[in-house]
């Protein structure tokens, strides 16, 4: 299994930015696919979750109402929309992967990860 996140980059406050991440090596719609984020200095965190048909789907309550999670099972694609980016979402985006139909938020759920992608909001 394989990930790969792009998209990331600089932008202002309150501008948005569309990260992809394409799997391959798995048959997508298996799997529940993750957003996680780290700033410098600090821990890993949850940022948004969902399954196959969005039927679990799951955001951390910093990004509810700017961030959406969506995918593309025949492409093997999820995609993570930003809008109304803020200083504080600057991190560096993972994407992960794990088989099953629940999303959940705890980092230790997710066997596969990609490659991080730098965000950047200058204020």
């Known amino acids: 299994v394989q990930l790969q996140a792009s998209g990331g980059g600089s932008v202002q406050a309150g501008g948005s930015l569309r990260l992809p991440c394409a799997a391959s090596?798995?048959?997508?719609?298996?799997?529940?696919s993750a957003w996680f984020r780290q700033a410098p200095g600090q821990e890993r965190e949850f940022v948004a979750a969902?399954?196959?048909?969005?039927?679990?789907?799951d955001y951390a309550d910093s990004v509810k109402g700017r961030f959406t999670i969506s995918r593309d099972n025949a492409k093997k694609t999820v995609f993570l929309q930003m809008n109304s980016l803020k200083p504080e979402d600057t991190a560096v985006y993972y994407c992960?992967?794990?088989?099953?139909?629940?999303?959940?938020?705890?980092?230790?759920?997710?066997?596969?990860w990609g490659q991080g992608t730098q965000v950047t909001v200058s204020s």
């Open positions: 992960a992967a794990n088989p099953g139909f629940l999303s959940d938020p705890r980092l230790a759920t997710y066997h596969y």
């Open positions: 090596g798995l048959v997508f719609s298996w799997y529940t």
């Open positions: 969902n399954t196959d048909n969005a039927r679990s789907t």
